[in-house]
Structures are given as structure tokens and as C-alpha cells.
């Protein structure tokens, strides 16, 4: 979520993430994401049947969580 979301998206595609979805934004009308948005920075939230991990701000952070 955020500014640079589309930017983030695009490193991911450097992973092999074959069962990964990716979605986000500035804005979302999904209510997993709802209120998860924090102007003025990117956020990357790691959620897996509904629940989200702790949000990190980096590519790497994100992938770690996904193992």
C-alpha cells in the first residue's frame, strides 16, 4: 500500500513466487487492506488466509515472511 506499491510490485517479479498475489496501491476497497494505508510511505503487508504478518517496507522483509 502506497506511493511507490506499483514500484515494489515490479521487484517482486525478480522472486519465483508461483502461488503469490499481489495487490495495492494508494487506495484499496478490499476489506483485508482497509485502514492500512499510511500517507507519505509504502507499506507492504505478507497476509495469508486473512490474517496479515507484522508490515515491513522493504522487498526483502516481505519475501523472508513468505518462507
Same mark, same amino acid.
Given at each position: 500500500? #502506497?506511493?511507490? +506499491? ?7 517479479? @525478480?522472486?519465483y513466487? &508461483?502461488? +503469490?498475489?499481489?495487490? #495495492? #496501491?494508494?487506495?484499496? @476497497?478490499? &476489506?483485508?487492506?482497509?485502514?492500512? @494505508?499510511?500517507? #507519505? ?7 495469508? @488466509?486473512?490474517?496479515?504478518?507484522? &508490515? ?12
Amino acid at each position: 500500500m #502506497g506511493d511507490d +506499491a506499483i514500484e515494489k510490485s515490479r521487484q517482486f517479479q @525478480n522472486f519465483y513466487l &508461483p502461488t +503469490a498475489f499481489f495487490m #495495492g #496501491g494508494s487506495e484499496e @476497497n478490499l &476489506p483485508l487492506l482497509e485502514n492500512k @494505508n499510511v500517507k #507519505g510511505e509504502t507499506i507492504i503487508y505478507v497476509c495469508r @488466509n486473512k490474517v496479515c504478518k507484522q &508490515p515491513v517496507k522493504t522487498v526483502e522483509e516481505a519475501i523472508l515472511l513468505m518462507k
